[in-house]
């Protein structure tokens, strides 16, 4: 921990672990390792940026005077239906982030939400079947793949909200509730984290053979829906 504080002048860029007495940013502040965040206040121009993974809570012990711009570097890992992640804590907060960047997830969408104290990310996933048709130069076959993926997709949001108590949702069998494969959840996540067209576009039109992973992952089987 620094017992300092800290300027970081436009142009600049300020990464560490550990906290520091307080911290004026008019550059980057950067959030990617381990706790990071201030014994005082944290004070950021409209020039300045806070960039960070999520999972890396940003903590002022005083009050955070807010602009500028937060910057998203990764989402969290996992299948997302529905989340929200407090990317910063304070005693005080001042003021909003004037614009919120983020990785370009193709099947994710964030907003901030303000408390009192607290800064938090609402991730939620945007319709596959939808977001492939904004797809530039997707094929028949890719938009019949994302309708597959949404039901695939929906029926796991079903499971989630049926039994939320459970670290992973449950699908009922005649035998009895399973869990859901964790093959299939962490293969939705990868795929809800594409953050690429062209890349969507091929993932899509892979499913229909047999040569691309999800091809044989993303069906109602795989997550043992008994039907």
């Known amino acids: 921990s620094w017992t ?3 300027t970081v002048a436009s142009g600049g860029r300020l990464g560490a672990d550990g906290r520091v007495d307080s911290i004026v940013n008019d550059g980057t502040v950067l959030s990617d390792g381990g706790a990071f965040g201030t014994r005082g206040d944290y004070r950021q121009s409209a020039g300045g940026r806070l960039a960070m993974l999520l999972g890396n809570e940003f903590v002022v012990a005083g009050t955070a005077f807010l602009d500028g711009d937060l910057q998203v570097l990764g989402w969290r890992s996992g299948y997302t239906t529905t989340s929200a992640v407090t990317v910063l804590a304070a ?9 919120l960047s983020t990785a370009g997830n193709i099947f994710l969408q964030g907003a901030l939400d303000y408390t009192a104290s607290q800064v938090v990310l609402n991730i ?4 596959v079947a939808s977001g492939a048709k904004s797809l530039p130069g997707v094929s028949p076959v890719g938009v019949s793949a994302a309708q597959r993926v949404e039901q695939a997709f929906g029926r796991l949001d079903q499971l989630t909200r049926m039994d939320a108590s459970r670290t992973r ?9 399973v869990a859901v494969s964790e093959d299939f959840i962490r293969i939705a996540g990868q795929f809800q984290q594409i953050d690429d067209a062209a890349a969507a576009k091929a993932a899509l039109d892979s499913l229909s053979g047999e040569s691309h992973s999800l091809a044989t992952t993303l069906t109602f089987d795989a997550i043992d829906m008994g039907r």
């Open 4 to 6: 300092t504080g800290v």
């Open 169 to 177: 949702p449950m699908a009922e069998k005649d035998s009895g509730p």
């Open 91 to 99: 005693g005080d907060i001042v003021g909003r982030f004037a614009t």
């Open 124 to 127: 939620t996933r945007m319709d």
